[in-house]
């Protein structure tokens, strides 16, 4: 008796049928879409007491105050300090560590532009540095690329995947270094049970549009070090001493601010923006709870497709879950893998696209790159006294390249219902079995 093998179904992206037909979410959002009647009641209490200025009034009633004391009860860090956004953490982190003009200080090759620039603002020079498996910044090259000048390593705990905090200290305990988390895409996230941001001597977090949770724009520094915290307390606010005397310090205290007062910028959150971060943060928990399950789902799948190499990850459990990455064999075949997968209607795609300037990968750092400058004196790159011996050139961390040009990534968002899910996982194994048949190109 003859038998015959069971066609596969055909690809949409070949014109069989899409395999997703479950409504999609609006979004790949993560805090904006949990806006709710709590954050506009507590915008609403805000405006309707014409107070919007935390120093304006009794710290127990600002909402600032409240979002740093939650956030210092969630993370376990000793101080906790509020800003108008990440950027300004990073800069004021950067300024509590002790970076000054001149110093080095090393970050990854995949990170948003915004980490090498705050190291610019201060007149220091960013090194970049290989990222391995997971995305993160490479343990290893951290070790090649330290000189005599520098100063600081900035892990960045990109799409929540945790750096690897032990190594990544040691290396800085060996050389006496400091080390500033950015955790702008891990708030929530862990390494060995311990809270982002409390591995290295500070920590700083995005509360912008796009990150876990947001409250538009603002930031958050924490750190177990008082030392730390004053000096990024000072230069968050040119009149911090200001504002602590007004506290109910005794003369004792206030002398002791006085004695390190120094000049500080306006980094200051607003009463509207903490009143927004707190109720958010009161969601953080049940977003990522949500996002690790998928997660760990569409793992299970993406195993399935022949030649895909998993993202390597440090601390599994502390992965906040917002995205998937893998790898596959080149950058032909994850372009191939990404347009089938969408062509389902899963939400992917490749991560380096020479055609589009990402200014999270550091070859479309351009300004960095060409070391320009908005001062006439060329500061910091050329400025008199000033001796920088960085070098840059858009090939010259091809490891980075390499991942990244081999790598699909999926989003995730809390709001993708079962069902929804459940088809993303039907069609990453639609598209497997074809790529065993000879793949979806």
């Given at each position: 008796m003859q038998t015959f093998a069971t066609p596969r179904p055909r690809l949409a992206i070949h014109g069989g049928p899409r395999a997703v037909t479950a409504e999609a979410p609006q979004n790949q959002l993560l805090g904006p879409n949990e806006f709710g009647d709590e954050e506009i009641a507590a915008v609403t209490e805000?405006?309707?007491?014409?107070?919007?200025?935390?120093?304006?009034?009794?710290q127990a009633d600002s909402r600032v105050a409240r979002f740093e004391k939650l956030f210092a009860e969630k993370?376990?860090?000793?101080?906790?300090?509020?800003?108008?956004?990440?950027?300004?953490?990073?800069?004021?982190?950067?300024?509590?560590?002790?970076?000054?003009?001149?110093?080095e200080v090393l970050v990854p090759a995949y990170t948003y532009i915004a980490t090498p620039a705050a190291v610019l603002a201060l007149g220091a020079y960013p090194v970049i540095v290989e990222t391995d498996a997971s995305l993160t910044i490479d343990p290893a090259d951290i070790e090649r690329k330290i000189t005599e000048r520098t100063r600081a390593i900035i892990p960045v705990h990109m799409r929540g995947m945790p750096c690897d905090m032990r190594r990544i200290m040691d290396i800085a305990d060996r050389h006496r270094l400091a080390v500033l988390e950015d955790c702008a895409q891990a708030n929530g996230g862990t390494f060995?049970?311990?809270?982002?941001?409390?591995?290295?001597?500070?920590?700083?977090?995005?509360?912008?549009?796009?990150?876990?949770l947001s409250c538009g724009e603002g930031g958050v520094l924490i750190t177990n070090d008082r030392n730390v915290f004053e000096r990024a307390a000072m230069y968050h606010d040119s009149a911090w001493t200001f504002w602590t005397h007004r506290n109910h310090l005794t003369e004792e205290q206030k002398a002791?601010?006085?004695?390190?007062?120094?000049?500080?910028?306006?980094?200051?959150?607003?009463e509207i923006h903490g009143a927004i971060a707190l109720e958010q943060l009161k969601k953080r928990d049940r977003i990522l709870a949500r996002t690790?399950?998928?997660?760990?789902?569409?793992?299970?799948?993406?195993?399935?497709?022949?030649?895909?190499?998993?993202?390597v990850c440090h601390d599994p459990e502390?992965?906040?879950?917002?995205?998937?990455?893998?790898?596959?064999?080149?950058?032909?075949?994850?372009?191939?893998?990404?347009?089938?997968?969408?062509?389902?209607?899963?939400?992917?795609?490749?991560?380096?696209?020479k055609s589009f300037p990402d200014r999270h990968i550091f070859c479309h750092w351009h300004y960095i790159l060409g070391k320009h400058s908005p001062h006439r004196t060329g500061f910091p790159w050329t400025s008199p006294g000033?001796?920088?011996?960085?070098?840059?050139?858009?090939?010259?961390?091809?490891?980075?390249?390499?991942?990244?040009?081999?790598?699909?990534?999926?989003?995730?968002?809390?709001?993708?219902?079962?069902?929804?899910?459940?088809?993303?996982?039907?069609a990453i194994r639609k598209v497997a079995g074809a790529s065993g048949a000879g793949g979806p190109a």
């Open positions: 805000v405006l309707q007491s014409r107070s919007v200025f935390r120093f304006g009034m009794d993370s376990g860090a000793g101080h906790v300090l509020a800003v108008n956004s990440g950027t300004s953490a990073l800069i004021a982190g950067l300024i509590g560590i002790g970076v000054a003009p001149g110093d060995a049970g311990r809270s982002l941001g409390t591995w290295g001597h500070a920590g700083v977090f995005s509360f912008q549009q796009s990150k876990i002791a601010w006085n004695r390190i007062a120094f000049l500080g910028e306006n980094y200051r959150q607003s690790r399950a998928i997660k760990h789902q569409l793992a299970a799948a993406c195993a399935s497709i022949p030649g895909a190499g998993q993202e502390g992965d906040c879950g917002i995205s998937l990455v893998f790898f596959m064999p080149d950058g032909a075949r994850a372009q191939s893998t990404a347009a089938a997968l969408e062509a389902e209607g899963v939400p992917c795609g490749t991560i380096f696209s000033m001796q920088c011996s960085v070098e840059y050139s858009r090939d010259m961390c091809p490891a980075t390249l390499g991942w990244l040009e081999r790598a699909v990534v999926i989003a995730i968002t809390q709001t993708m219902t079962d069902e929804y899910v459940g088809q993303l996982c039907a």
